[in-house]
């Protein structure tokens, strides 16, 4: 079992759809990262947080500790949200271990 | 946010040569860095990790004679990779670290043949 999983693997959505990406993990950890790479490549960090919820413009983070549950939800899908989203954690000295991604697809 | 760049985006070498790839934080002071690979259709994995001045820290299963880091400086990280072969045609991507956040580069595609 991995440390981080991710769900689903792929996601299609309509334009202006409501999306959640959920992650697990099965570690102790000090923070964890949402983060998006696009088909070229680069990796955009999103959110770090250790606890509660974070917002950036359509972009929302929670996270439960108790639960070691995460979830990233996109308001209001655009087709220049497709990407793949990454969870990783944090554990000791910045070391981040990832999932394995969660392709996502917003059709116009 | 903090921009960290690496030069070359991507590079063709051939079986046996040795491919150097940087890393370099911008508009920061990355006391750490970080290396990554990343194979077609699969997540990151961590290879190793940098400090300023000191000796990288190899994951396991990562050969340091083969990938060799080089942390000379709080901008600057290198990545060699010695006798390059095809299994190691990947992506690979670098991040630095000034304090809690990590801020990652626009990766390295290397393709040896």
């Known amino acids: 079992k991995n440390e981080v999983e991710q769900s689903p693997q792929n996601l299609t959505a309509q334009e202006g759809e409501f999306i959640t990406i959920n992650c697990s993990y099965s570690v102790g950890i000090s923070a964890l990262h949402w983060l998006q790479q696009h088909p070229g490549g680069g990796i955009v960090s999103l959110f770090m947080?250790?606890?509660g919820k974070k917002k950036h413009g359509r972009l929302i983070a929670t996270i439960n500790i108790q639960e070691k549950h995460s979830s990233l939800h996109i308001t209001a899908s655009h087709p220049r949200d497709s990407a793949v989203y990454i969870c990783?954690?944090?554990?000791?000295?910045?070391?981040?271990?990832f999932g394995e991604g969660t392709q996502l697809t917003v059709n116009p | 946010g903090a921009v960290v760049s690496q030069h070359p985006s991507w590079v063709i070498c051939k079986s046996g040569t040795s491919v150097k790839i940087e890393c370099r934080s911008l508009d920061f002071q990355a006391t750490t860095m970080f290396w990554y690979r990343q194979f077609p259709k699969q997540s990151l994995m961590l290879m190793a990790t940098?400090?300023?001045?000191?000796?990288?820290?190899?994951e396991q299963g990562v050969e340091k004679d083969k990938f060799l880091i080089n942390h000379a400086s709080l901008t600057l990280s290198t990545l060699t990779v010695t006798s390059a072969h095809p299994e190691d045609s990947s992506f690979y991507i670098c991040?630095?670290?000034?304090?809690?956040?990590?801020?990652f580069g626009p990766g390295t595609r290397l393709t040896v043949t």
């Open positions: 940098s400090n300023e001045g000191s000796k990288a820290t190899y």
């Open positions: 990783a954690v944090e554990t000791s000295g910045s070391r981040l271990t």
């Open positions: 947080l250790s606890s």
């Open positions: 991040s630095g670290s000034g304090s809690r956040e990590q801020y």
